[in-house]
Structure formats: structure tokens, C-alpha cells
């Protein structure tokens, strides 16, 4: 099975907007259906933290114990690993971005899915294939 990692960007458009990309693609990690998701500690306590900014949470139309549930399943649903600060440094213009691409080398993935502009420039890393939640939903179409 395809593993990835999800920037902190998709799980926000996915809870924001369902029916777009990154949340069609949060539904199929819920099914369980073609890729395995690679996580770590950092990653979700950031997704944990964006989902509470006002502007995010304004937009999101659950309570807060739905949404603490929901991003606890993230980490019931994921493969976890850990990761070090050393592991990835100044690979990317934002520095924050570095966590993501470090998950993405400890846990083996093949695919970074993101939107943010930075990450994408990079385009590939150490093997791994960095992509938008649409081209990443191609590669999974059947």
C-alpha cells in the first residue's frame, strides 16, 4: 500500500470543505482505501492547533469535543513515527515544513501531499514524490 504524509494544510480543507479534494481524500483515509497515512506527534499537535485558530474554527461546523475526537482518530487511523528535529534541516524555505518532510523519511512514504507553494517547489525529496491532494487523487483513481 501507498504510504503518505498530509500536510497540517490538507487536514484544515478537509474539515472545512468535505466535498473538496483534501476532503475527499480524508474520507478515503477513513475507509481505508488505497494508501496508508504516516504521521507524527509534531505534525498533529500542529493539525490540533490550526483547527482551533478563530478564523479556521469559525468555518468548521462542529463542537469542540467532535473535532478533539476526529483528530485523535487521525492518529488511531495512522501510522505514527518519530521523528528528530536532525532528521531534516533547511531543506525547504519554511523551516516548519522541514517536520513534514522529516515524517515523510522516517516513515518510509513515497508521497507528500500538500498545498503549500514551498513544499511543492521542492518537488521530490530523497525519492519521495511531493504533490497536490488533486494529483495525489489521480494517482489513486483506479
Do not use: W
Request: proline share 6%; aromatic share 6%; with cysteine.
Amino acid at each position: 500500500m501507498v504510504r503518505v504524509v498530509f500536510d497540517t494544510n490538507i487536514f484544515v480543507s478537509a474539515f472545512i470543505q468535505p466535498r473538496s479534494p483534501p476532503g475527499r481524500l480524508l474520507a478515503r483515509l477513513i475507509q481505508r482505501d488505497g494508501f496508508e497515512l504516516v504521521l507524527s506527534t509534531p505534525i498533529l499537535d500542529e493539525v490540533a492547533r490550526a483547527l482551533r485558530y478563530p478564523k479556521v474554527r469559525r468555518r468548521i461546523r462542529l463542537d469542540d469535543d467532535d473535532l478533539d475526537l476526529r483528530v485523535a482518530m487521525l492518529g488511531i487511523l495512522s501510522t505514527m513515527v518519530s521523528v528528530s528535529r536532525r532528521t531534516v534541516a533547511g531543506v525547504s524555505r519554511d523551516p516548519d515544513d522541514d517536520a513534514i518532510l522529516a515524517a515523510a523519511v522516517e516513515g518510509c512514504a513515497e508521497y507528500i501531499v500538500t498545498g503549500d507553494h514551498d513544499l511543492l517547489a521542492i518537488g521530490d525529496y530523497q525519492g519521495i514524490r511531493i504533490v497536490t491532494p488533486r494529483a495525489f487523487l489521480q494517482r489513486l483513481a483506479p
